[in-house]
């Protein structure tokens, strides 16, 4: 019997790529000796896990399924899973007859039922991997689809999720990213955030573990203290505060205000500065004024994010917030981000110059796209694939290796440096 081979394409966050590992390990499980393929026309299935977030990610999950289904023969299987269906269902089905079989992203869920925790497939290089600590969300953002699509936060246990650990710890694996749609709602019966990652990093002897995404509401100290003191434990947090004005921030559901901002991100400058900053924030939401955008410009400011990701509010007919009066027009929203991001820019240009002289661990990547007389890595100050990487320039590295690097020079979002060891 002829092997049946995959074609996959996973859309959206690391959270889906995990559900696409998830689901390729199924289907390699009960297909014995599926393999994958990186040309379209040599598969037997087309896999598309899809992403339904905000409306450009509709519109990039269409655009896949279409360009699959134009170059689909009569005897591959196009398959498309993922919260794109879980949004549409029967209309999607309608709309897509070219599609053979639709799986809704709890199919991920029964594929990690059935593989006992630890997967056979990993889409990312063999040094790193996320693994998914928590399922759905149970905050109510009014801008958010996400407990519409995936349901309430279900966390994972932890003997389940150190399985998958050890797992990933045999193969040699240097980084694990958790990732969830809020970490701070992981609990099994009295413990919580702070236990896991106490556990995690007690347990486990991977170099870094690192923790994404944090809710500013539920975040303590107890759960800091737990990061920092772990010598496994990447210093980066990654809290996405949406915004800073009191008005949008109650508009937007999000159970916090401006002082709870300040105070958090103060008791973080002041008792445990050597965190990396992340946070991600949206413009144009329906009310927000000239005045509240000066606002968040302010805050921006103050805090001084290492990074940062900036959207510009898009109305989905699903979501409470599409129901709001005094919609900013999408001209304005897309303006504001461009303005907030220009100050984002010089701030991450101004805060990178602190590491030029500094020796740091820099995990090797490969080789740089740009030219192949450049090695790439990151230090545990850059999450992968979202934020700036250190350009190599000088001695030898193996890739997926850590190193010691010496920076010798900063960029607008990027590091220059050469191995010392």
Excluded at 82 to 103: H, K, M, T
Excluded at 144 to 161: Q, S, V
Excluded at 399 to 411: A, L, M, P, W, Y
């Amino acid at each position: 019997m002829a092997i049946k081979t995959l074609y996959a394409i996973s859309l959206g966050c690391p959270k889906n790529l995990t559900d696409t590992e998830y689901v390729i390990s199924m289907m390699k499980k009960e297909n014995k000796g599926l393999s994958l393929v990186d040309d379209i026309d040599y598969a037997d299935y087309i896999l598309i896990n899809t992403c339904a977030f905000i409306q450009e990610a509709v519109e990039e999950s269409i655009d896949a399924i279409l360009s699959a289904a134009l170059q689909k023969k009569d005897n591959q299987t196009l398959i498309v899973m993922g919260c794109l269906y879980n949004r549409y269902g029967e209309q999607l089905r309608q709309e897509l007859p070219e599609v053979d079989l639709f799986w809704t992203a709890h199919k991920a869920q029964e594929a990690q039922d059935r593989l006992k925790n630890t997967k056979v497939f990993y889409a990312t290089p063999r040094w790193r991997a996320y693994v998914k600590v928590i399922e759905g969300c149970s905050n109510r953002c009014t801008y958010c689809l996400i407990p519409m699509i995936r349901g309430k936060a279900r966390p994972r246990p932890f003997n389940d999720i150190l399985a998958e650990v050890k797992y990933l710890e045999e193969r040699g694996v240097k980084e694990v990213t958790f990732v969830g749609q809020d970490l701070t709602l992981w609990t099994e019966q009295a413990f919580g955030l702070e236990d896991l990652i106490k556990k995690l990093s007690a347990t486990a002897s991977i170099p870094w573990l690192r923790f994404l995404y944090l809710n500013p509401i539920r975040l303590n100290k107890g759960i800091l203290s737990a990061m920092y003191e772990a010598p496994n434990v990447c210093n980066y947090l990654d809290l996405p505060v949406q915004h800073a004005s009191d008005k949008i921030l109650r508009m937007m559901g999000r159970g916090y205000d401006q002082k709870r901002l300040y105070d958090i991100f103060g008791l973080i400058k002041r008792d445990f500065p050597e965190f990396s900053l992340r946070t991600s924030v949206i413009t144009g939401f329906p009310g927000e004024t000239e005045k509240d955008f000066n606002t968040l410009l302010s805050f921006i400011r103050e805090v001084e994010f290492d990074h940062l990701g900036c959207f510009a509010y898009s109305d989905e007919d699903k979501a409470h917030s599409y129901c709001f009066r005094d919609k900013v027009p999408s001209k304005t929203a897309k303006e504001r981000r461009d303005r907030l991001l220009t100050i984002q820019n010089s701030i991450s240009k101004s805060r990178l110059k602190r590491f030029v002289g500094k020796t740091m661990d820099v995990l090797i990547e490969g080789v740089s796209e740009e030219t192949e007389f450049l090695l790439k890595g990151r230090s545990e100050f850059q999450a992968p694939e979202v934020d700036g990487i250190i350009y190599i320039n000088e001695g030898s590295g193996i890739e997926g290796n850590i190193h010691r690097v010496q920076i010798t020079d900063s960029f607008d979002y990027d590091l220059l440096g050469r191995i010392t060891q």
